[in-house]
Nanobody
């Protein structure tokens, strides 16, 4: 059974930091793009960041550029999202995903985690 399991969410004050992790099991995602999406209450799921299969290229939504950093450790089958300078508008459920090729569209991703809540208080 293929699983993506996120961890690292929580409650943090504005300006603080969190590091999300997404560990995969059941298959290797070495050749897959890995991504993070988020869904704030009442909103649609939106792209946050993605990294290519070898980690050479990373992409970010404009709203998080300069504050978030995505990385991956293929030996651990894990992708990370370092979130700094958090803002209340970053409050959302964060989901990790995997796809054969990079995309900023959630429809391109076949594998999804269950999500982890991030709450940023003002």
């Amino acid at each position: 059974q293929v699983q993506l399991v996120e961890s690292g969410g929580g409650v943090v004050q504005a300006g603080g930091s969190l590091r999300l992790s997404c560990a995969a099991s059941g298959r290797t995602f070495t050749g897959f793009a890995r991504a993070w999406f988020r869904r704030a209450q009442g909103n649609e799921r939106e792209f946050v960041s993605a990294v290519t299969w070898n980690g050479d290229s990373a992409y970010y939504a404009d709203s998080v550029t300069g504050r978030f950093t995505i990385s991956r450790d293929n030996a651990k089958n894990t992708v990370y999202l370092q979130m700094n300078s958090l803002k209340p508008e970053d409050t959302a459920v964060y989901y990790c995903a995997a796809a054969p090729r990079f995309s900023d569209s959630d429809s391109a991703y076949d594998y999804w985690g269950q999500g982890t809540q991030v709450t940023v208080s003002s």
